[in-house]
């Protein structure tokens, strides 16, 4: 008796859907990126929602959408970043959600209401082989994940381990953790010397949009020009996620999950980690303001953000039969780009 | 009793976001500093310290990226202040890779052109290129680019005005004072003098890294028919050189 290896199969595919954990660490001093999710702490949330035990690679959603069948006896799969519609066989399911499937559901994702990024961890992780110690998908140089590229349709996940989770209830948070207001936070530096006052200024007084040129490299953000004090060339240095660099052009780019391991434009300023995951949620055209703080209120805000997600973790509620089966949210999940919940 | 330090170093200790600590020894491409950045990462990886992920040492500085989330960054940062920042020593000596290179022709596109700006013979460019024990100051830029130091000034050559949108894997090139072994396909205003089938960044094989920051670096020349039999080794994953110990 033939029995295929358990798997997700990929029926439909918005772009920019990619394999990746925590990310590719060790090796950046031989120019290897890190990669690893846009959105570090909804993707934590996601894997905590699923308890992962094997690998924790799950898959990150770009603006679109994504339809799953369960190739497997089971999975169980958590849902959570940016808010979307989910349905499971037709029936809707709130997001933010962990859900074990049986063979042949098909989970329908649909494109995201607001933000950018979500995440679908899944119980036992995937069952591909890692690449340095990792299954972060890095595009540019194609690495890792499924063959180091964006997931299309057709493209079969197989899982590690599909009776984890057996037995496990579905369980929702009762509220997602609730995002910070106000200017995302920035620490200066480490070369704020090669801007002066006036360029300092300009940084965090601006109202900066996000280019269409962004991507999982960085984000580069249009607004006032950035006036240097020095040269806008440096020997080039490591570089963290979050760092801001600003270019001859005075416009500044966030470095972001995908970045170059080091680089030669000097850093004005670099975003704190605990307010990255929600600049990267802020799409194509959005606004976005910065305001410094010091190192101290940098780890401060990170134990905030910490204890949110603890907080919401502790809200965990059994998924309620869900009359939510309306015109709108059927409409919802159709009017995906790329995506349909129609049979083909 | 101590040696006077020619240069004593004043390196910048500063938090950069709250995941990594920069260690910051000048602003410059010089020898000097270089050897102090490579002597501290040799210093701090022997330490071991709990929550560090991993260090990028680079021409000027080190970054130390560490997990906030298993070390606090205050902690770190004053632990990485109390290093003996001024007097670093000497960083150990690296291990000693030979690599094999075919000049000219197809695979070193710009060999003619270098040597006709220095009013040498392409020969002459090859035994100058060939000459010298390069030190690895950092590898950077994508995955396994080498840059070297230690080119013979005869060589200094200024980057083209217009860079190449797409040069081979494995190019051998100078640009200004440095040289460097290409690992992939990219743009660059380099010179192409050669090109190694080795493959310093090879995904599939272990390792698929070969050369690291303060390894030292030898060219040897070798013919096209020597060039294919190898590449057709290294492209079944044979890193094809092995380092002698330091």
Redesign the interface.
């Known amino acids: 008796m033939i029995d295929p290896t358990p798997s997700l199969l990929v029926e439909r595919c918005g772009p920019l859907v990619t394999v990746q954990d925590v990310g590719r660490?060790?090796?950046?001093?031989?120019?290897?990126?890190p990669a690893g999710p846009m959105d570090p702490w909804a993707w934590r949330l996601a894997v905590r929602l699923v308890g992962a035990a094997g690998n924790d690679a799950g898959l990150e959603l770009g603006p679109g959408g994504l339809v799953l069948r369960v190739e497997a006896e089971r999975a169980r799969l958590a849902f959570g970043g940016a808010e979307r519609a989910l349905a499971v066989d037709g029936r809707p399911f709130p997001w933010w959600s962990v859900l074990g499937l049986v063979r042949s559901q098909r989970v329908e994702i649909g494109p995201a209401l607001r933000g950018v990024w979500s995440y679908v961890a899944i119980a036992g992780g995937l069952g591909l082989s890692p690449?340095?110690g990792s299954l972060a998908t890095h595009t540019l140089?194609r690495?890792g994940g499924l063959e180091g590229r964006a997931l299309r349709a057709g493209d079969r996940l197989p899982l590690t381990d599909s009776e984890i989770g057996a037995g496990l209830p579905d369980l929702t948070l009762a509220a997602p953790p609730p995002e910070p207001e106000g200017p995302i936070r920035?620490?200066l530096?480490?070369q704020e010397a090669w801007f002066g006052k006036a360029g300092i200024a300009t940084l965090l007084e601006g109202t900066w949009r996000v280019s269409p040129r962004s991507d999982r490299m960085g984000y580069r953000l249009e607004g006032p020009r950035i006036e240097h004090a020095r040269s806008p060339n440096?020997?080039?240095?490591?570089?963290?996620?979050?760092?801001i660099q600003v270019p001859g052009s005075g416009q500044p780019i966030v470095l972001m999950a995908d970045r170059?391991?080091?680089g030669g434009y000097p850093?004005i300023a670099?975003?704190?980690?605990?307010d990255i995951g929600r600049l990267a949620q802020v799409g194509v055209g959005g606004a976005i303001r910065f305001r410094a703080v010091t190192?101290?209120e940098?780890?401060q805000a990170?134990a905030e953000a910490?204890a949110r997600l603890e907080a919401a973790l502790a809200g965990l509620e059994p998924v309620a039969c869900s009359g939510r089966l309306d015109a709108g949210f059927l409409l919802s999940v159709n009017l995906v780009s790329g995506v349909t919940a129609g049979e083909p | 009793m101590s040696e006077p330090a020619s240069e004593p170093f004043r390196p910048r200790v500063v938090p950069v976001g709250d995941s990594a600590v920069l260690l910051e020894l000048g602003e410059t491409i010089d020898p000097l500093i270089n050897a102090a950045v490579l002597a501290l990462d040799a210093e701090i990886r022997s330490l071991e310290l709990e929550g560090v992920i991993e260090l990028v040492p680079t021409y000027r500085s080190l970054l130390v990226h560490y997990d906030p989330e298993r070390i606090d960054g205050r902690v770190l940062l004053a632990r990485l202040s109390k290093l003996d920042l001024e007097h670093p020593g000497t960083p150990p000596e690296g291990r000693l890779w030979t690599v094999p290179v075919a000049y000219g022709g197809e695979f070193g596109i710009d060999l003619e052109a270098v040597a006709r700006r220095h009013g040498l013979r392409a020969e002459e460019v090859v035994q100058l290129h060939t000459g010298p024990t390069y030190r690895v100051y950092m590898v950077g830029f994508v995955p396994g680019f080498t840059y070297l130091g230690g080119l013979d000034p005869r060589l200094y050559t200024p980057r083209l005005d217009d860079p190449r949108p797409r040069t081979p894997a494995g190019s051998v090139s100078i640009g200004g004072i440095q040289a460097g072994i290409a690992s992939l396909e990219i743009p660059s205003g380099w010179h192409l003098l050669g090109r190694t089938p080795v493959r310093t960044f090879d995904p599939e094989r272990t390792p698929p890294l070969l050369l690291e920051p303060g390894d030292r670096v030898r060219f040897v020349p070798i013919d096209p028919a020597t060039f294919d039999e190898l590449d057709r080794r290294a492209a079944a994953h044979d890193p094809l050189i092995a380092p002698e110990p330091a």
């Open positions: 660490f060790g090796y950046q001093r031989f120019g290897v990126t690449v340095m140089t690495l920035v620490v530096g480490p440096i020997v080039s240095d490591g570089i963290v996620m979050g760092a170059q391991s080091t850093k670099t975003v704190i980690g605990a190192f101290e940098a780890l990170r910490r």
